[in-house]
């Protein structure tokens, strides 16, 4: 059973692109949470996709913006790449939505594509 | 609000218990969790816990929770330098995702 898969693993842009990062998530899995990253610090959370739709969005510009396929992949899509978006982008799966009482929303981590702009 | 504080650094002789501290701040928290992350690699979950527990006991890992100071620790018994990695704290809030904390840097020397 393959796990949560995320690609490219590394990818290099210039100021000004746009860039589009793949996820697919674990067997069994229908969400998609997106994080960022950066060196040093903890993870922080972009948005979240749940029947093709955003459900949940954190603190993250309009430049981020996604999508979720019938086959629960998903994409993140950046545009107008500023030097402080260099970072880890993960992609998690889970089964429903986070933030439910009914259980503890355990999220499967991929290994991450490494963004750096130059 | 939502705010989780670690300890940035860690470091302990192998076979040394290891305890890493967590604040957090929003009392509404349903679950609080702690992941791993290894060099190159994503987060793997290792343990959680649900707000109305106290403590919770999993092989070599013990997690207290003190939900009145908003303190949250991990234990790991007989540290080995296979448990070198940065371990996060991270709460989620019913309705909400998760925050993580800034990540504790666990070294384990020989």
């Known amino acids: 059973d393959a796990g949560v898969t995320q690609s490219p693993t590394h990818l290099i842009k210039t100021r000004g692109q746009q860039v589009t990062l793949r996820c697919s998530p674990k067997?069994?899995?229908?969400?998609v949470s997106w994080y960022q990253q950066a060196l040093g610090q903890g993870p922080q959370f972009i948005f979240q996709y749940y029947e093709e739709e955003e459900r949940q969005r954190g603190n993250f510009p309009d430049r981020f913006s996604g999508h979720q396929f019938p086959n629960y992949s998903s994409e993140l899509n950046v545009n107008a790449l500023l030097l402080g978006d260099s970072a880890l982008y993960l992609c998690a799966s889970s089964l429903g939505l986070a933030g439910g009482l009914s259980s503890y929303n355990e999220q499967f981590f991929g290994p991450g594509t490494r963004l750096t702009v130059l | 609000g939502e705010d989780v504080e670690q300890s940035l650094f860690l470091s302990v002789r192998e076979g040394d218990s290891s305890v890493i501290n967590c604040t957090y701040t929003d009392s509404s928290s349903t679950y609080l969790y702690w992941y791993k992350q290894e060099p190159g690699a994503g987060l793997q979950l290792l343990t959680y816990?649900?707000?109305?527990?106290d403590m919770k006991q999993d092989q070599r890992l013990t997690v207290l929770l003190n939900k009145k100071d908003k303190h949250l620790s991990l234990r790991i018994a007989d540290t080995q330098t296979g448990d070198s990695a940065i371990y996060f704290c991270?709460?989620?809030?019913?309705?909400?995702?998760?925050?993580f904390g800034p990540g504790t840097r666990l070294s384990v020397l020989p």
């Open positions: 067997s069994g899995h229908d969400t």
């Open positions: 991270a709460e989620i809030v019913y309705g909400q995702n998760f925050v």
């Open positions: 816990i649900f707000s109305n527990m």
